[in-house]
């Protein structure tokens, strides 16, 4: 198993180093990447088809489904089934985002939510009250992203 890893490090070493004349995707490169850092399906790895939500939308409270307080840019409401409530996420596609008190997002997100129309690989990204709250998101609005489970957490969220 060792010289089978060892063999897939040589490879995708030779196929980073090539990668800068090459082609747009590689899906045998990406399938090596993975194994080698462990990014395999069944290890927290989502493409998710991502929608945004509000406070004051239409059926949207203050709290999501664990009774904690929901928390703009940090709550994601996700279906159990695929990604399990409590845990940690991180998003690439919203790193540098501008939070509501102005600082750079960092990508992490909290699945602490689910909702009726989120099945499969989708989650809602709540942006905070009002509809002006999704204006800096609204370019992830139906894009897919990829949603990488990097912990757990108890009780609530921070904030």
């Known amino acids: 198993m060792r010289r089978r890893l060892a063999a897939l490090a040589a490879l995708a070493v030779f196929a980073t180093s090539s990668a800068a004349q090459a082609a747009p995707k590689d899906p045998v490169g990406d399938l090596i990447s993975s194994v080698i ?48 409530r409590r845990t940690v996420v991180f998003i690439k596609e919203t790193v540098g985002l501008k939070m509501p008190d102005g600082r750079d ?25 009002g509809a002006a709250s999704m204006q800096p998101m609204r370019k992830l609005n139906l894009s897919t992203l990829t949603a990488v489970k990097v912990g757990q957490f108890t009780g609530c969220p921070p904030k």
């Open 37 to 84: 850092s462990g990014a395999l399906p069944g290890t927290g790895v989502f493409n998710v088809k991502a929608t945004l939500y509000h406070a004051g939308a239409k059926g949207v409270g203050a709290l999501d489904s664990l009774g904690c307080r929901v928390v703009p840019m940090r709550t994601i409401a996700v279906d159990k089934n695929v990604i399990p």
């Open 105 to 129: 997002h960092d990508g992490y997100w909290y699945a602490t939510d689910i909702g009726g129309a989120i099945k499969g690989q989708r989650i809602d990204l709540y942006t905070g009250h």
